[in-house]
């Protein structure tokens, strides 16, 4: 829901990418994010928290270190090999399913550092992505029992505005801030995590 509503709002604001890489990225997530659903049904929740830490802090570092390509969104022309798009969304696909946070905490890094997209049509591209490979993964859980409607209700009330409310703060932040507020994101996450 709350990918829905962002990527609505990056839509009109021109920061969602539409080339091949995105319905390739797409297609390896649909795949492959049951396959991390049913993995996260054999694995220890004390080995989840702390994978699921360590991946974050480690992309959190590698988005530190390198800097985003360009800022312009325009530019942008999807670069990469096919292959390596396939490859980034089976990867995506299985770490949503494992670790049910959708794939944007590692697709967004992803696209930086290994397709060189700008930080801000990372974001949105993202979550277009992520609204496929979530319900998949959500579907999956469902059937297995690890969904608790109670809570999801009022996070879903508060998570569609505030999507909605995040994507269009986006424009009035320098790509820079972004990425490094990002980052700042991922080390806290990592450490609270821990």
């Known amino acids: 829901?709350?990918?829905?509503?962002?990527?609505?709002?990056?839509?009109?604001?021109?920061?969602?990418y539409f080339g091949?890489?995105?319905?390739?990225?797409?297609?390896?997530?649909?795949?492959?994010?049951?396959?991390?659903?049913?993995?996260?049904?054999y694995l220890d929740p004390a080995q989840l928290k702390i994978a699921f830490s360590f991946l974050i802090l480690i992309t959190g570092v590698g988005l530190f270190i390198r800097p985003s390509g360009t800022s312009d969104t325009k530019d942008f022309r999807g670069g990469g090999h096919w292959m390596t798009h396939l490859t980034?969304?089976?990867f995506i696909g299985t770490l949503s399913g494992i670790f049910g946070v959708g794939g944007g905490?590692?697709?967004?890094p992803a696209q930086?550092?290994?397709?060189?997209?700008?930080?801000?049509?990372?974001?949105?591209?993202?979550?277009?992505?992520?609204?496929?490979?979530?319900?998949?993964?959500a579907?999956?859980?469902g059937l297995q029992g690890n969904i608790n409607f109670i809570a999801l209700i009022p996070l879903v009330i508060?998570?569609?505005?505030?999507?909605?409310?995040?994507?269009?703060?986006?424009?009035?932040?320098?790509?820079?801030?972004?990425?490094?507020?990002?980052?700042?994101?991922?080390?806290?996450t990592s450490g609270y995590m821990l």
């Not at 829901?1 to 969602?16: D, I, K, L, P």
């Not at 905490?105 to 967004?108: I, K, N, Q, R, S």
């Open 139 to 141: 579907l999956t859980h």
């Open 105 to 108: 905490f590692f697709l967004v």
């Open 20 to 41: 091949p890489a995105t319905w390739i990225i797409m297609a390896g997530a649909f795949v492959f994010v049951m396959a991390g659903a049913r993995i996260n049904s």
């Open 88 to 90: 980034l969304g089976a």
């Open 158 to 188: 508060g998570g569609i505005p505030a999507a909605f409310l995040g994507a269009s703060l986006v424009p009035r932040i320098a790509s820079k801030h972004l990425q490094y507020a990002f980052t700042v994101l991922l080390v806290c």
């Open 1 to 16: 829901c709350t990918s829905m509503s962002g990527a609505y709002t990056h839509f009109r604001n021109r920061n969602v």
């Open 112 to 137: 930086v550092l290994i397709m060189n997209m700008p930080i801000k049509l990372a974001v949105g591209t993202s979550l277009f992505i992520i609204i496929l490979s979530s319900a998949v993964g």
